[in-house]
T-cell receptor, first 115, second 112 residues
Framework: AQSVTQPDIHITVSEGASLELRCNYS??????LFWYVQSPGQGLQLLLK??????LVQGIKGFEAEFKRSQSSFNLRKPSVHWSDAAEYFC?????????????FGKGTTLSVSS | DSGVTQTPKHLITATGQRVTLRCSPR?????VYWYQQSLDQGLQFLIQ???????AKGNILERFSAQQFPDLHSELNLSSLELGDSALYFC???????????FGPGTRLTVT
């Protein structure tokens, strides 16, 4: 069955430091991959997506992610974290289908930013 | 603002009751998805509608049902509510079949 694993439940990073959030997936074919961010009391905002092609994708708010097929990973990175990046981050896999694709989400990683 | 709207924002009700959650997708999006977010289960896909027809089902209980209307808004009906149904319910809409979904702000359901 398809699954998404985010190994880190909680990460604390100093403001200005770099960030990497890990995501591993289990899926038979090349998946559609996504990162979403959820601030407290808010909905989910799409940060970036990977469908095919270039394995390094750029997203909003200075985030990027790299798809590594050999490692079944899609890690999220940011070179310099800002206090406003504190939130919960979800990696998701699109299951695919004729009329659309439901998303399977990881359990999420909570990011705290220290000053 | 994603362009997806959900009402109500909060809902408090008693066990055994029935509630209806409403979602309006982004203009032009034909697909609507419903998800449940709870502390123990995380974010789980419930059901998808495409242009008025049910297209995919996830971990949706038999007590739950949904529909999508001709104007493309969708409603999620939850009946015989139990304490464990307390959760955030999200609606998302999509214009393509690759899964690029835009989420509404959610409805927080509390069952007492």
């Amino acid at each position: 069955a398809q699954s998404v694993t985010q190994p880190d439940i909680h990460i604390t990073v100093s403001e200005g430091a770099s960030l990497e959030l890990r995501c591993n997936y289990s899926y038979g074919a090349t998946p559609y991959l996504f990162w979403y961010v959820q601030s407290p009391g808010q909905g989910l905002q799409l940060l970036l997506k990977y469908f095919s092609g270039d394995t390094l994708v750029q997203g909003i708010k200075g985030f990027e992610a790299e798809f590594k097929r050999s490692q079944s990973s899609f890690n999220l990175r940011k070179p310099s974290v800002h206090w406003s990046d504190a939130a919960e981050y979800f990696c998701a896999v699109g299951l695919g289908g004729q009329a659309g694709t439901a998303l399977i989400f990881g359990k999420g990683t909570t990011l705290s930013v220290s000053s | 603002d994603s362009g997806v709207t959900q009402t109500p924002k909060h809902l408090i009700t008693a066990t055994g009751q029935r509630v209806t959650l409403r979602c309006s997708p982004r203009s032009g999006d034909l697909s609507v998805y419903w998800y449940q977010q709870s502390l123990d289960q995380g974010l789980q896909f419930l059901i998808q509608y495409y242009n008025g027809e049910e297209r995919a089902k996830g971990n949706i209980l038999e007590r739950f049902s949904a529909q999508q209307f001709p104007d493309l808004h969708s409603e999620l009906n939850l009946s015989s509510l139990e304490l464990g149904d307390s959760a955030l319910y999200f609606c998302a809409s999509s214009a393509d079949r690759r899964g690029e979904q835009y989420f509404g702000p959610g409805t927080r359901l509390t069952v007492t």
